[in-house]
């Protein structure tokens, strides 16, 4: 019996291609984030690693990038669910046929012959993206229709828009499970096989929902939430900052309506399901590195603050301090040290203890869990803690490797040799004096 598939060239370069690419990726990050993120996405399962929503406008402008991103993506093995809009192209072909564009509470209202065109569109640009995806040498699975099951919308102002009421799997898995990339058109069919239109981002939702990814990815051109002067947010930690968010006069409608969404799509999802907004040509570097390139939402949790160190579960804060140290924690560590005040997240995934030391508040521990790595709890907790303590001070090794995080968060920095010294709202020259010799006398607790 002929074995030579079994060896096929494709089959056997397959590690080396990995390799490369893993190679590639550590120009992005150090190896050990790759491998992190790696072991949890492949953890997560083929069909369950990522939901990704390209926008229309994706693919018009930048279809070259987001069919090199995900190509990356499979060469590693990992086949994300794709759906597709196509509003730009459906305005641009609805106009020339001289049919008119119009919308109600973001959603397009479709007539019979708004459908006609509206079915031809979806088709062609799912067709484009496979087309463009397999002259990469990635196998695509072309599903414009068959996933989505709907009822016509009970507001008869939107004529053929469908409300999804049921997803089916079976195309999906059977995609990924032969090793091709499926393609999703937003289009949904009834029992009677009548085809509705359906919003992109309404059928991610409700994809996500019965899907549970660890990743659901929107590609937009803007490439994340946008802040204040248009610069983007990095990460949202909705437990602490959805309320805020929502009160900003600077996050326009369309934005506050996508973050109500998004907090309604991971309320419905586990704790470790996230939300990241990025553009094509980043991707990879949301995925794959703590500080990514985009916004990343998660479910978060709340930041608790335990006065004196009151009612800390002195196990798992003990557990936290030594898995992210990779050190021990001296046994009396709890006794001797005269906590002001704790900050622990809800989880014990972060924490930060702050003493007082000749007058001044005290950074004596700031931690992120390995796990929780990457998901903006740092920078969150930090919020916190420099909203309650108007100065601090604190050390840290010169080669630890968010000192650049610290100086960037620090009115001043004093290098020793053993440490470097940060502090901010301390302004007399004889406290700066007496917080580096503090920081040069004390004793590690962590060894």
Known sequence: MNNSLDNSPAESSQPKIKETIIQLLSNLASPKEINQYMERFVNAGQSHF????????????????????????ERIGLFPIVVHGAGPQLNKNLEVKGIKSEFLDGQRVTS????????????QQN????NGLQAMGVRTASIPTGVFGATKSSNKTLGFVGEVNEIDLEPIEAAVSSGAIPILS?????????????????????????????????LTDT???????????????????????????????????????????????????????????????????????????????????????ENIDKQKLTKLFESSFKKTLDDDYFDKTVI???????CYRAAAIITIENGI???????????????????????????????LFWRCKPNNTINGF??????????????????????????????????????????
């Not at 990522?50 to 993506?73: R, T």
């Not at 067709?127 to 496979?130: G, I, Q, V, Y």
Request: a neutral charge.
């Open 127 to 130: 067709l484009k993206l496979a």
């Open 223 to 309: 490439g994340g939430l946008l802040g204040e002067n248009n610069k983007i947010i990095s990460s949202v930690n909705l437990a602490t900052e959805y309320d805020y968010l929502l009160q900003q006069e600077w996050l326009h409608g369309g934005m506050k309506l996508k973050v109500k969404q998004i907090a309604d799509i991971l309320d419905q999802l586990p704790a470790t399901a996230s939300v990241s907004i990025t553009t094509p040509m980043h991707l990879s570097k949301e995925l794959f590195t703590h500080k990514g390139s985009g916004t990343l939402i998660r479910k978060g949790e709340s930041i608790l603050t335990h006065p004196q160190g």
């Open 50 to 73: 990522a939901v990704i929503k390209v926008g229309g406008g994706v693919l018009e402008k930048d279809l070259d990038n987001l069919c090199s991103s995900l190509a990356f993506l």
């Open 361 to 391: 508040p005290y950074l004596d521990k700031f931690v992120v869990g390995e796990q929780a790595k990457g998901e903006g709890l740092g920078k969150t907790l930090w919020q916190k803690i420099s909203k309650e303590n108007e100065s």
């Open 340 to 346: 002001q005040t704790a900050y622990i997240t809800q």
């Open 112 to 123: 019979a012959e708004v459908l006609k065109v509206a079915k031809k569109t979806f088709i």
């Open 186 to 218: 937003s289009l949904a069919e009834t029992d009677t096989g009548q085809i509705l239109n359906v919003n992109a981002d309404i059928a991610t939702n409700q994809l996500a929902i019965a899907v549970k990814p660890y990743k659901i990815i929107f």
């Open 406 to 447: 610290y100086f960037g968060n620090s009115d001043g920095c004093y290098k020793m040799s053993k440490w470097n010294l940060y502090w901010y709202g301390i302004n007399d020259f004889q406290k700066v004096q007496s917080c580096v010799e503090y920081a040069l006398h004390k004793n590690a607790t962590l060894n």
